[in-house]
Protein backbone atom coordinates (compact mmCIF):
# COMPACT_ATOMS: atom_id res chain seq x y z
CA UNK A 1 0.00 0.00 0.00
CA UNK A 2 2.79 2.36 0.97
CA UNK A 3 4.24 1.75 -2.58
CA UNK A 4 1.19 3.03 -4.26
CA UNK A 5 0.84 5.66 -2.45
CA UNK A 6 3.87 7.05 -3.22
CA UNK A 7 3.53 6.11 -6.68
CA UNK A 8 0.52 8.26 -6.57
CA UNK A 9 2.68 11.24 -4.75
CA UNK A 10 5.13 11.07 -7.63
CA UNK A 11 2.71 11.59 -10.39
CA UNK A 12 0.91 14.36 -8.83
CA UNK A 13 4.38 15.93 -8.50
CA UNK A 14 5.48 15.54 -11.98
CA UNK A 15 1.65 16.90 -13.29
CA UNK A 16 3.00 19.76 -10.90
CA UNK A 17 6.11 20.15 -12.30
CA UNK A 18 4.38 20.45 -16.06
CA UNK A 19 2.29 22.65 -14.62
CA UNK A 20 4.51 25.32 -13.60
CA UNK A 21 6.63 24.61 -16.68
CA UNK A 22 3.09 25.59 -18.80
CA UNK A 23 2.67 28.75 -16.66
CA UNK A 24 6.42 30.63 -17.48
CA UNK A 25 5.60 32.44 -20.00
CA UNK A 26 10.16 31.69 -21.03
CA UNK A 27 10.37 28.14 -22.21
CA UNK A 28 14.02 28.08 -21.50
CA UNK A 29 13.17 28.92 -17.60
CA UNK A 30 10.45 26.35 -17.79
CA UNK A 31 12.68 24.31 -19.10
CA UNK A 32 15.26 25.30 -16.04
CA UNK A 33 12.29 24.50 -13.69
CA UNK A 34 12.04 21.24 -15.18
CA UNK A 35 15.77 19.98 -14.72
CA UNK A 36 15.42 21.63 -10.66
CA UNK A 37 12.18 19.46 -10.18
CA UNK A 38 13.21 16.30 -11.45
CA UNK A 39 16.47 16.19 -9.96
CA UNK A 40 14.66 16.85 -6.24
CA UNK A 41 12.31 13.86 -7.56
CA UNK A 42 15.16 11.77 -8.23
CA UNK A 43 17.60 12.47 -5.59
CA UNK A 44 15.14 11.76 -2.83
CA UNK A 45 11.64 10.68 -3.67
CA UNK A 46 10.30 7.24 -2.63
CA UNK A 47 9.53 6.57 -6.45
CA UNK A 48 12.81 6.96 -8.35
CA UNK A 49 14.30 4.87 -10.36
CA UNK A 50 17.70 5.66 -9.07
CA UNK A 51 19.53 2.84 -6.95
CA UNK A 52 20.46 4.31 -3.66
CA UNK A 53 24.16 4.86 -4.46
CA UNK A 54 23.83 6.29 -8.03
CA UNK A 55 25.80 9.62 -8.03
CA UNK A 56 23.14 10.98 -10.44
CA UNK A 57 21.50 11.61 -7.03
CA UNK A 58 24.11 13.57 -5.87
CA UNK A 59 24.82 15.24 -9.03
CA UNK A 60 21.65 15.76 -11.32
CA UNK A 61 20.20 14.07 -14.31
CA UNK A 62 22.85 15.46 -17.76
CA UNK A 63 21.37 17.43 -20.27
CA UNK A 64 22.17 18.71 -23.37
CA UNK A 65 22.04 22.49 -23.57
CA UNK A 66 18.69 24.44 -24.25
CA UNK A 67 18.36 24.66 -27.97
CA UNK A 68 14.85 27.66 -28.51
CA UNK A 69 14.67 26.43 -32.38
CA UNK A 70 14.14 22.89 -31.09
CA UNK A 71 10.52 23.91 -29.64
CA UNK A 72 7.87 23.98 -32.35
CA UNK A 73 3.72 23.94 -32.29
CA UNK A 74 2.97 20.58 -34.94
CA UNK A 75 -0.10 19.61 -36.51
CA UNK A 76 -1.63 16.53 -35.79
CA UNK A 77 -1.63 15.17 -39.35
CA UNK A 78 -4.09 11.84 -39.83
CA UNK A 79 -3.21 8.65 -39.77
CA UNK A 80 -4.57 5.38 -41.22
CA UNK A 81 -6.85 3.54 -38.86
CA UNK A 82 -4.63 0.43 -37.96
CA UNK A 83 -4.27 -2.62 -35.20
CA UNK A 84 -3.16 -1.39 -31.80
CA UNK A 85 -0.04 -2.18 -31.10
CA UNK A 86 0.55 -3.52 -27.63
CA UNK A 87 3.74 -3.92 -25.31
CA UNK A 88 4.35 -5.96 -22.48
CA UNK A 89 4.99 -3.62 -18.91
CA UNK A 90 5.41 -5.90 -16.79
CA UNK A 91 3.14 -5.40 -13.45
CA UNK A 92 1.14 -2.93 -15.54
CA UNK A 93 0.18 -5.60 -17.83
CA UNK A 94 -0.21 -5.34 -21.47
CA UNK A 95 -0.56 -1.43 -22.82
CA UNK A 96 -2.39 -0.71 -25.86
CA UNK A 97 -1.49 1.88 -28.26
CA UNK A 98 -3.52 3.55 -30.81
CA UNK A 99 -1.95 5.78 -33.65
CA UNK A 100 -3.97 8.55 -33.55
CA UNK A 101 -1.79 10.76 -35.99
CA UNK A 102 1.40 12.00 -36.93
CA UNK A 103 3.72 14.72 -36.58
CA UNK A 104 5.83 16.57 -39.31
CA UNK A 105 9.52 17.36 -37.53
CA UNK A 106 10.51 20.99 -38.91
CA UNK A 107 14.13 19.47 -38.52
CA UNK A 108 13.37 16.46 -40.54
CA UNK A 109 11.44 13.10 -40.11
CA UNK A 110 8.14 12.35 -38.38
CA UNK A 111 6.90 10.79 -34.77
CA UNK A 112 3.56 8.49 -34.72
CA UNK A 113 1.10 10.06 -31.80
CA UNK A 114 -0.12 7.32 -29.85
CA UNK A 115 -2.69 7.49 -27.24
CA UNK A 116 -3.14 4.65 -24.82
CA UNK A 117 -5.69 2.55 -23.17
CA UNK A 118 -4.32 2.44 -20.08
CA UNK A 119 -4.67 4.69 -16.99
CA UNK A 120 -7.46 6.67 -18.67
CA UNK A 121 -5.88 7.23 -21.59
CA UNK A 122 -3.62 9.58 -22.84
CA UNK A 123 -0.90 11.21 -25.62
CA UNK A 124 2.34 8.81 -25.66
CA UNK A 125 5.10 10.19 -27.89
CA UNK A 126 8.54 8.31 -27.73
CA UNK A 127 11.45 9.10 -29.70
CA UNK A 128 14.51 7.20 -30.83
CA UNK A 129 16.79 9.78 -32.78
CA UNK A 130 20.57 9.62 -34.09
CA UNK A 131 22.35 9.80 -30.44
CA UNK A 132 20.13 6.47 -29.57
CA UNK A 133 23.06 4.21 -28.03
CA UNK A 134 25.35 7.43 -28.65
CA UNK A 135 24.47 10.26 -26.60
CA UNK A 136 21.14 9.32 -25.78
CA UNK A 137 19.53 5.68 -24.24
CA UNK A 138 19.53 3.30 -27.06
CA UNK A 139 16.07 2.50 -26.21
CA UNK A 140 15.12 6.13 -27.09
CA UNK A 141 13.30 8.41 -24.97
CA UNK A 142 10.19 10.06 -23.98
CA UNK A 143 8.66 13.64 -25.09
CA UNK A 144 5.37 13.56 -24.04
CA UNK A 145 3.47 11.13 -21.93
CA UNK A 146 -0.37 12.75 -20.11
CA UNK A 147 -1.37 9.97 -18.74
CA UNK A 148 1.61 10.44 -16.26
CA UNK A 149 1.58 14.39 -16.42
CA UNK A 150 4.28 15.01 -19.62
CA UNK A 151 2.41 17.40 -21.41
CA UNK A 152 3.24 21.11 -22.97
CA UNK A 153 0.12 22.20 -24.49
CA UNK A 154 -1.48 22.65 -27.72
CA UNK A 155 -4.72 23.11 -29.15
CA UNK A 156 -7.54 20.93 -30.81
CA UNK A 157 -5.31 20.33 -33.52
CA UNK A 158 -2.02 21.06 -32.83
CA UNK A 159 0.97 19.64 -29.99
CA UNK A 160 3.45 21.73 -28.65
CA UNK A 161 6.67 19.77 -28.70
CA UNK A 162 10.13 20.65 -27.10
CA UNK A 163 12.94 18.28 -27.85
CA UNK A 164 14.89 20.12 -25.18
CA UNK A 165 11.91 18.22 -23.18
CA UNK A 166 13.09 14.88 -23.85
CA UNK A 167 13.81 12.30 -20.86
CA UNK A 168 14.95 8.57 -20.33
CA UNK A 169 12.40 6.25 -19.45
CA UNK A 170 12.38 4.70 -15.95
CA UNK A 171 13.94 1.37 -17.52
CA UNK A 172 16.98 3.17 -18.61
CA UNK A 173 17.96 3.18 -14.64
CA UNK A 174 16.19 0.12 -13.20
CA UNK A 175 15.52 -3.14 -14.85
CA UNK A 176 12.56 -3.64 -12.75
CA UNK A 177 10.64 -1.32 -15.12
CA UNK A 178 9.29 -2.41 -18.23
CA UNK A 179 9.12 0.54 -20.68
CA UNK A 180 7.14 1.03 -24.20
CA UNK A 181 10.17 1.68 -26.40
CA UNK A 182 10.04 3.86 -29.44
CA UNK A 183 8.68 1.73 -32.36
CA UNK A 184 9.87 2.30 -36.14
CA UNK A 185 7.48 5.24 -36.51
CA UNK A 186 8.69 7.12 -34.03
CA UNK A 187 12.41 6.37 -34.94
CA UNK A 188 14.42 9.81 -36.94
CA UNK A 189 18.10 9.95 -37.98
CA UNK A 190 18.52 12.97 -37.10
CA UNK A 191 20.48 13.82 -34.10
CA UNK A 192 18.63 15.82 -31.19
CA UNK A 193 21.27 16.47 -29.18
CA UNK A 194 18.60 18.13 -26.59
CA UNK A 195 17.31 16.86 -23.47
CA UNK A 196 18.25 14.27 -21.11
CA UNK A 197 21.50 12.19 -22.58
CA UNK A 198 23.74 9.73 -21.16
Not at 49 to 73: I, K, N, Q
Not at 76 to 103: C, F, K, N, W, Y
Request: charged share 25%; aromatic share 10%.
Amino acid sequence: MISSLTLVDWRQRVAGLYDAVRAQPDPHAGWDLWRTGRDDLFASHPQTPLAADDPLRDSGLPYWPYHPALRFDVELEPVPESEPRLVDAGDDGTIQMHPIGRAVLPIGGTLDVWWLRQYGGGIFIPLRDGTAGDGSYGGGRYLLDTAKGAWLGGTDRTLTLDLNFAYHPSCRYDPRWQCPLAPPGNTIDVRVEAGERL
